[in-house]
């Protein structure tokens, strides 16, 4: 379903929209907004009882007589958007607040469209307190209200009448959750909204108090408000994957709301990352850390002119820098290596987050909030020569708490019905393989910590009907991501490395991609491996 459809901008921009004057919108009313209203939204808004737009700005198509050269770039052409993303980590009280607002600030002559996630770890506490509530009967949202309290009083304003009724709506949700002491995937997924839903606003207000007057105020967006679809599906609030899929329909959605930007940059869009709405007006979620994919879909439906991803590190590192101190900044990575790197653990882009961009054609950044003059990393479609030159291993992530399974035929299966006996029952159990190897008669293949949910012991049950199987749990995964054209220097040094540290590796997997090699090891020796490795390619 995720796609960018082939022909946005130019054709839709010159179907002509309703002239629609309104007012009095507030976010109980978009709550109740069917399908054909969301659609029918003009795209300014999130102002709270104000009229905000007269006229629909697509009457103003760039070759219209209505377009001023102010409008148009020093080419004399539209200007495109720039989409900056704030991860919680940015924007976890009011001084980050400020701090991001300043960056927005700067990069204003870009047309920035801006992505926010919860502030600090309240996606967490939103998912403990509704977990309380269900356990105990007990609801309390102190902490979350004293984050977006202090936040607002360190920008001396009171809290906006929006962030209030939000609070207080949560507390009301959560207050029918202890009762009943029961809660659906459905319903947790609304209760994980409102820690974007209170951000953008935090942010907004953050930016409407640092602006001068001359400079665009800053609006809260609700995604679903530009048009931000899924299939239905619930649950993906605290999953490291969605079960939902952004409809396509949601490109060309944004395109309509957010595309006038480019003629008429008249507010600055704070949208919420990580949810939106499916075709019935449910709440759904993008999955954990699924803002980063937010962004990407909103700067693929208006061909942005880059998608900043803000974080508190300055971009990709050679490895998780919490892990092992001498990591060190990676300055370029293309598409296909950020995507192999966050699929295999490192967790600085969202693995879904990679696609909607790269199909686009739309470059990325990774940057750093607390160090905004720093490069960060650029992620595009191929490195030049030089870049190539420079290096071999790009970066190193790991993942562990993996389980290995390794399937021996006990049958005379065949291989090919042997393979599609062992794939059948793993479809069957919607258990998702990582990596795998296999020979006439044995398969191994590992299944990501993010399964929690798939029942190992009957997937188990139902294989040994057919074959002898063994299950090794708390193993690890190490990718090293490093081009085709390097890989056999880089396994020899590798192996030399885990011969010395007597390391015994379970199974290695090259070549499904192009850029990656990932090693199966035991648990208990990632940390040793991981280090030794990141000396020998990257130094002390
Ligand atoms: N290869 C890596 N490069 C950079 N940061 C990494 C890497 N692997 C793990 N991390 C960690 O990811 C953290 C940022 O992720 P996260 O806290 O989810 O950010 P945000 O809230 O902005 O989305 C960094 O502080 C860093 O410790
Ligand atoms: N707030 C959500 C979504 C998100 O993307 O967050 P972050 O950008 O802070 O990883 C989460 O915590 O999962």
């Known amino acids: 379903m995720l796609g960018v459809p082939a022909e946005l901008g130019a054709n839709a921009a010159h179907q002509s929209s309703p002239v629609m004057t309104y007012s009095n919108v507030n976010d109980n009313d978009m709550e109740t907004l069917n399908l054909e209203e969301i659609s029918e939204l003009p795209p300014m808004l999130g102002r709270e009882h104000r009229p905000v737009a007269q006229t629909s700005p697509w009457l103003h198509t760039p070759d219209t007589p209505t377009d001023t050269p102010r409008n148009l770039n020093a080419e004399n052409k539209p200007h495109q958007l720039l989409v900056m993303k704030f991860g919680g980590t940015s ?27 919860a502030m600090g770890k309240t996606t967490n506490a939103l998912l403990n307190a509704a977990k309380t509530a269900v356990e105990t009967g007990e609801v309390d949202i102190t902490a979350i209200r004293s984050t977006h309290e202090l936040a607002m009083k360190h920008l001396g304003i009171d809290m906006p009448p929006t962030m209030v009724e939000l609070l207080n709506e949560l507390e009301r949700l959560l207050n029918g959750v202890a009762l009943l002491k029961e809660i659906s995937t459905q319903t947790r ?44 599906g619930s649950g993906s609030a605290d999953s490291a994957f969605s079960s939902v899929e952004i409809l396509e329909e949601s490109f060309s959605a944004i395109m309509h709301h957010l595309g006038p930007l480019k003629q008429n940059y008249s507010y600055v869009p704070i949208v919420t990352g990580y949810i939106a709405k499916d075709s019935k007006g449910i709440i759904t979620t993008l999955g954990r850390d699924g803002s980063d994919l937010t962004a990407t879909v909103i700067g693929a ?36 290596e950020a995507a192999e790197l966050s699929t295999f653990g490192s967790k600085v882009v969202h693995p879904a987050a990679v696609l909607p ?17 720093d490069p960060g990393t650029r992620i595009v479609p191929k490195l030049s020569s030089t870049e190539t030159k420079e290096r071999r291993v790009a970066a190193i992530s790991s993942k562990s708490n993996i389980t290995m399974i390794v399937i021996k035929s006990s049958r005379m299966l065949g291989q090919h019905g042997f393979l599609a006996h062992v794939f059948s029952v793993f479809n069957k159990y919607a258990a998702s393989v990582d990596v795998i190897a296999t020979s006439e008669v044995t398969v191994s293949l590992t299944l990501d910590e993010g399964y929690k949910h798939v029942d190992v012991p009957a997937i188990e049950r139902e294989l040994q009907e057919v074959a ?73």
Request: proline fraction near 5%; hydrophobic fraction near 45%.
């Open 357 to 373: 961009a790269w199909q686009a054609g739309v470059p990325m950044s990774v940057r750093n909030s607390m160090a905004p003059e």
């Open 301 to 336: 439906a208006v061909k942005a002119s880059e998608v900043q991803i803000w974080k508190d590190v300055s971009g990709v590192q050679t490895t998780d820098p919490r892990v092992i101190s001498s990591a060190k900044p990676v300055r370029v990575l293309t598409f296909e």
């Open 468 to 540: 002898k199987v063994s299950v090794l749990h708390d193993v690890a995964m190490l990718t090293l991501i490093v081009p085709k054209s390097d890989s056999v220097s880089v396994l020899r040094e590798a192996f030399t490395v885990f011969e010395e540290l007597k390391i015994q590796v379970e199974m290695v997997s090259h070549g499904a991609s192009n850029v990656n090699v990932t090693f199966v090891l035991p648990g208990d020796q990632l940390l040793t491996a991981s280090k030794k490795l990141h000396d020998v390619f990257f130094g002390p």
């Open 91 to 117: 924007v976890g009280g009011g001084e980050q607040l400020l701090r991001c607002a300043g960056i927005v600030r700067k990069a204003l002559p870009d047309r920035p469209i801006v992505v926010v996630s």
């Open 189 to 232: 997924d609304r209760i994980v909204s409102f820690g974007e839903r209170l951000s953008v606003r935090a942010f907004a207000a953050a930016f409407n108090v640092a602006k001068n007057k001359e400079e665009a105020e800053a609006q809260a967006v609700d995604a679903w408000q530009i048009g931000m679809r899924t299939t239905s």
